[in-house]
């Protein structure tokens, strides 16, 4: 089996910061892209942020700027760095990726529980 626990969250007021973690464990060959998605009450999930597997990353235009994804390829984690939060940032934040197998040769989405992001004063 395969899980993506993510961490992170929480109350921050405008201008803060926050950093989100997610690690992936389980029987796991190999992790191509990973992302972070979010979705605020009454919308459609989002693509935040994303990153390949060399490095490569692109980034919702809401968030150019302000907002940071790295990973850890040996400790299958990807990171979200939050800067200059507004309230508009405040959602549900999902990190998702795709991840092949052992005794298996294609790649399935795996997506995270979720974890809460809330910026006000």
């Known amino acids: 089996q395969v899980q993506l626990v993510e961490s992170g969250g929480g109350l921050v007021q405008p201008g803060g910061s926050l950093r989100l973690s997610c690690a992936a464990s389980g029987n796991i060959v190999k992790i191509n892209a990973m992302g972070w998605y979010r979705q605020a009450p009454g919308k459609q999930r989002e693509l935040v942020a994303a990153i390949t597997s060399g490095g490569s990353t692109d980034y919702a235009d809401s968030v150019k700027g302000r907002f940071t994804i790295s990973r850890d390829n040996a400790m299958n984690t990807v990171y979200l760095q939050t800067n200059s939060l507004i309230p508009e940032d405040t959602a549900v934040y999902y990190c998702?990726?795709?991840?092949?197998?052992?005794?298996?040769?294609?790649?399935?989405?795996?997506w995270g529980q979720g974890t809460q992001v809330t910026v006000s004063t």
């Open positions: 998702k990726a795709e991840i092949r197998r052992r005794s298996t040769w294609y790649f399935t989405d795996y």
